[in-house]
């Protein structure tokens, strides 16, 4: 079986970070694993507190993971301090795993700044350029080309200098922009436009987790970059037409929806 991990933050809730990662590695068809960075205490409508994690406990465990099971893909959702970015970096140039996604969180859904002011530039010295492919929505982009994006020829332009800062790859998502969610992807060559439609819900927490996590389960599983983005983004869709109305916030995506369809019929195991 093919294998992915996840190096980003807990989220007690459920819907995003290390859980959600998980859920989508498992529903993409891959073993996950993970390396906690930061415990968070958090609901559908909050972040009530954080609790980073002590830099040598993340070193020991990406070790304890690399030193014994091969790792097809990674993933890299909160880094909150230019410390652990410069931890997780040390590990990652230590083992080069052939693909990594970075997903570069910086604010919750509930408006929580997750990654401090002084890490940016860590980050974008330190993690864009080991990245295979970075997946920034249109404010997480702002931030790290220090340029507002307001249009499709914007969008263009920000993948360019996310390229030019040493990522191999964008995807830019578009759904904060007004109209239909459209992503764009561009490989340093070429760009593909992803098009999409705004599924009316609010559940939509852990979208972005969700997304990057099953952009990397597909590259594990040996699919190119496009169609791994394409893959995840078909995923994605029916995770947030059947999100779950859980909590009064903004509730989790279904991450496994056909998995609960047939359970509920049923099918599994010939019930």
Same mark, same amino acid.
């Given at each position: ?33 993970? !390396? ?20 040598? =406990? ?29 931890? =997780? ?11 990594? !996604? ?40 702002? !931030? ?18 996310? =390229? ?5 790859? =964008? ?8 109209? &239909? ?48 983005? &394409? ?41």
């Amino acid at each position: 079986m093919r294998t992915a991990l996840t190096i980003a933050g807990s989220d007690s809730g459920g819907g995003a970070g290390i859980q959600a990662d998980l859920k989508a590695f498992s529903a993409n068809g891959v073993y996950g694993m993970s !390396v906690i960075t930061a415990v968070t205490a958090q609901n559908t409508q909050e972040v009530r507190s954080i609790q980073n994690i002590d830099n040598e =406990v993340i070193k020991d465990q990406m070790e304890a993971v690399f030193d014994d099971i091969r790792v097809d893909a990674v993933k890299i959702g909160m880094l909150s301090s230019s410390v652990t970015i410069e931890t =997780v970096a040390q590990s990652l140039n230590k083992y080069r795993p052939k693909y990594i !996604v970075l997903d570069p969180v910086m604010v919750s859904k509930g408006g929580h700044h997750l990654l401090q002011q002084e890490a940016i530039q860590s980050l974008k010295e330190n993690m864009i350029p080991l990245a295979t492919i970075i997946t920034p929505n249109i404010p997480e982009a702002e !931030v790290l080309i220090n340029r507002l994006i307001k249009t499709e020829e914007d969008m263009m332009d920000a993948c360019r200098i996310l =390229v030019e800062h040493g990522a191999k790859s =964008v995807l830019l998502k578009g759904g904060h922009l007004s109209g &239909d969610p459209n992503d764009l992807f561009y490989d340093g060559d070429s760009f593909h436009w992803l098009y999409g439609e705004r599924i009316q819900t609010k559940n939509t927490h852990g979208t972005g987790c969700t997304l990057s996590s099953a952009i990397a389960a597909n590259l594990a599983k040996g699919h190119s970059l496009i169609e791994s983005v &394409d893959f995840a983004k078909k995923y994605i869709k029916l995770a947030i037409e059947h999100s779950l109305p859980l909590g009064h916030g903004h509730g989790p995506t279904n991450h496994f929806y056909e998995l609960y369809r047939l359970a509920e019929e049923g099918r599994l195991m010939n019930q």
